[in-house]
Nanobody, 124 residues
Framework: QVQLVESGGGLVQAGGSLRLSCAAS????????MGWFRQAPGKEREFVAS???????YYVESVKGRFTISRDNAKNTLYLQMNSLKPEDTAVYFC??????????????????WGQGTQVTVSS
């Protein structure tokens, strides 16, 4: 069974940085798109960033210039470097992948594998 496991979340002050990791096991997604979503309390899960098999990246406007998505296919791992964090970035962050798609999707329906999430809390 395919598993996606996020790590790297925690508590950080505004202006600080965190790097999230997503380790995939059971199957490789080296040729497929992967992405990050987040969900704050009482809000819907929203798109954050995605990366295609060819390295094309897409970000939600609110994180452009602050977050960087990357992947290491040899390690079957996805990363999200988060800099200049703001309190509004507080959320549970989820890793996502699709078994047969290679484009960088921005909707939840673009993915069919999900991790359990890692909590990111940014204090003011």
């Amino acid at each position: 069974q395919v598993q996606l496991v996020e790590s790297g979340g925690g508590l950080v002050q505004a202006g600080g940085s965190l790097r999230l990791s997503c380790a995939a096991s059971g199957r490789t997604f080296g040729n497929n798109a992967m992405g990050w979503f987040r969900q704050a309390p009482g809000k819907e899960r929203e798109f954050v960033a995605s990366i295609s098999w060819s390295g094309f990246t897409y970000y939600v406007e609110s994180v452009k210039g602050r977050f960087t998505i990357s992947r290491d296919n040899a390690k079957n791992t996805l990363y999200l470097q988060m800099n200049s964090l703001k309190p509004e970035d507080t959320a549970v962050y989820f890793c996502a992948a699709h078994s047969s798609r290679s484009y960088a999707g921005t909707a939840r329906s673009d993915y069919n594998y999900w991790g359990q999430g890692t909590q990111v809390t940014v204090s003011s």
